[in-house]
């Protein structure tokens, strides 16, 4: 598992700010290695990382990313997140949700599905939170073995499956709380086609400190090791990032490389999505987290290196306004997923919600936020699938889209 070479990464991300930076052809030349298709080696990814404190090489990664076509440079797949829980037992010091949260029943969410089915959308991602009345502690629970009972969320996937059956056919992604091989056999029988999972941050010192707190979350390795086991369960895609603002996001982008450059070596796929989630709201000032604030141009860069080191299509957010995400677009391509409808807390796209968002978001207008991208000569895809997002992958390694 990459878990167990988890302290070997932190070791080589520290070194990121204390060596001197590549020269510019040196460092060139990794960026074209990387665009090839070749796979940088540790030493190798931490000499480029800590190169872009330079500022002749940041210059060189955003006329780099700018050049570099991604496949599919031309579309733009929408994803929509759809909470249906979040009443949450973990309680993270950087999430608005809590113990007073919100759960949809099953006719609630059909209604929130049937909402965005009808705005044409086909491929949607579900969310919950680690909600304890339906993610259930099996008798052999253990915080190395989180084993659940998931009869009270199954529902909610076999719901969101028999429905875009009825319209034709789509895909179904999950940001839910991670369980174990078992669990993954279920989800994926009952319609999950891609496990996303944000990993927050990969220094374990710092994880700690934000989930010191009861609950399943604690455990930093259960987290990391569900990836793995959800290949292993079956599914063909997964997704992953940290949350951009909790650590050094440098070091954060080495280890995240590594792990995607591990599945692929061990697991035969890497991510076939990258988040880009930053964090945003009232704990950006805590003094846990305030020397890790990711500037604007510091994100574009991040973004920029993303486009270049990793195979997986990349999510654009609505923690980010519409007109940054179009300005990233315009700059280096398309080819990447966007959110142009969301709302962040259970409820609120066939009413309004009445619980709390677990994030602040910016509000897009669909219709005329469609129109700008078009006006660009992007194609929007609302009604992409699993062997659509294949179609995506730089380099599409091995068996993404296959049965």
Same mark, same amino acid.
Request: net charge positive; aromatic share 14%.
């Given at each position: 598992m990459f878990s167990d070479q988890l302290k070997n990464a932190v070791r080589q991300a520290e070194r990121i700010g204390r060596e001197t930076p590549l020269s510019p052809s040196g460092f060139r030349a990794l960026l074209e290695k990387s665009a090839g298709g070749q796979i940088l080696e540790p030493e190798e990814i931490v000499a480029l990382l800590n190169g872009t404190h330079d500022q002749i090489n940041q210059k060189t990664v955003l006329e780099f990313a700018a050049q570099d076509q991604r496949p599919k440079d031309r579309d733009i797949l929408l994803l929509p997140p759809l909470y249906f829980s979040s009443v949450c037992e973990n309680q993270c010091l950087y999430c608005d949700f809590s113990s007073g949260g919100v759960r949809l029943s099953l006719s609630d969410f059909a209604e929130e599905f049937a909402a965005l089915v009808d705005l044409g959308y086909r491929s949607i991602e579900l969310v919950s939170s680690q909600d304890p009345d339906i993610y259930l502690k099996s008798p052999d629970y253990s915080e190395e073995n989180q084993s659940f009972d998931l009869q009270g969320v199954l529902p909610y996937f076999e719901e969101s499956s028999r429905r875009l059956k009825q319209a034709g056919g789509g895909m179904l992604t999950s940001n839910i709380p991670p369980v174990d091989r078992n669990g993954f056999q279920q989800l994926h029988a009952a319609g999950l086609d891609c496990y996303l999972i944000w990993l927050e941050t990969f220094n374990p010192d710092q994880y700690e400190k934000l989930h010191y707190s009861h609950g399943p979350k604690n455990s930093q390795t259960f987290r990391l090791n569900s990836i793995e086991e959800s290949i292993a369960a079956g599914l063909k895609h997964v997704a992953g990032a940290f949350l951009k603002g909790l650590y050094d996001w440098r070091k954060e982008e080495l280890i995240l490389y590594l792990f995607?450059?591990?599945?692929?070596?061990? &697991?035969? &796929?890497?991510?076939?999505?990258?988040?880009?989630? &930053?964090?945003?709201?009232?704990?950006?000032?805590?003094?846990?987290?305030?020397?890790?604030?990711?500037?604007?141009?510091?994100?574009?860069?991040?973004?920029?290196?993303? &486009?270049?080191?990793?195979?997986?299509?990349?999510?654009?957010?609505?923690?980010?306004?519409?007109?940054?995400?179009l300005d990233l677009i315009d700059r280096f391509g398309g080819g990447v997923i966007l959110t142009l409808t969301s709302c962040t807390a259970p409820g609120g796209y066939s009413k309004p919600p009445d619980a709390r968002a677990q994030f602040p978001v910016y509000k897009q207008d669909l219709e005329q936020s469609v129109a700008q991208l078009q006006e660009r000569d992007l194609n929007v895809r609302f009604d992409w699938t699993p062997e659509v997002l294949a179609t995506f992958l730089r380099n599409n390694h091995s068996t993404q889209a296959q049965s």
């Open positions: 995607d450059s591990y599945l692929k070596a061990q &697991r035969g &796929r890497g991510f076939s999505i990258i988040g880009t989630p &930053r964090l945003k709201g009232k704990f950006t000032q805590s003094s846990l987290v305030k020397p890790y604030g990711v500037s604007d141009d510091e994100y574009i860069l991040n973004i920029a290196l993303d &486009r270049i080191l990793f195979d997986g299509i990349l999510w654009l957010q609505t923690r980010e306004s519409f007109p940054f995400n």
